[in-house]
Nanobody, 128 residues
Framework: QVQLVESGGGLVQAGGSLRLSCAAS????????MGWFRQAPGKEREFVAA????????YYADSVKGRFTISRDNSKNTVYLQMNSLKPEDTAVYYC?????????????????????WGQGTQVTVSS
């Protein structure tokens, strides 16, 4: 079983930055493709960013491309989401997710049902 714990959310003004962290339990973190999703009030959960288990391949939703960066530090069992130039429409609860198995180190996943483990979420609020 893998446990994921997000942190780093908060209240920020538009144009500001935040860095979210997701700490994972277990010794096999480096084998997991990881992802970030978000859910705004009254809306469905949506994909934000994905990272291959190698860390070499990343993929972003169009809405965050060029502003957000996903990365991982396998020595710390942690994945990050650096969020710059934040907009009020980025306001949401942000979740990290881990997929337990993948055939290729370069695979990444953008659908929520591709992931096996989820964190509890961290609130990000961007004021205008």
């Amino acid at each position: 079983q893998v446990q994921l714990v997000e942190s780093g959310g908060g209240l920020v003004q538009a144009g500001g930055s935040l860095r979210l962290s997701c700490a994972a339990s277990g010794r096999t973190f480096s084998t997991y493709p990881m992802g970030w999703f978000r859910q705004a009030p009254g809306k469905e959960r949506e994909f934000v960013a994905a990272l291959s288990r190698s860390g070499a391949i990343t993929y972003y939703a169009d809405s965050v491309k060029g502003r957000f960066t996903i990365s991982r530090d396998n020595s710390k069992n942690t994945v990050y989401l650096q969020m710059n130039s934040l907009k009020p429409e980025d306001t949401a609860v942000y979740y990290c997710a881990a997929r337990q198995f993948t055939l290729s180190s370069g695979n990444y996943y953008v659908r929520s049902y591709d992931y096996d483990y989820w964190g509890q979420g961290t609130q990000v609020t961007v004021s205008s």
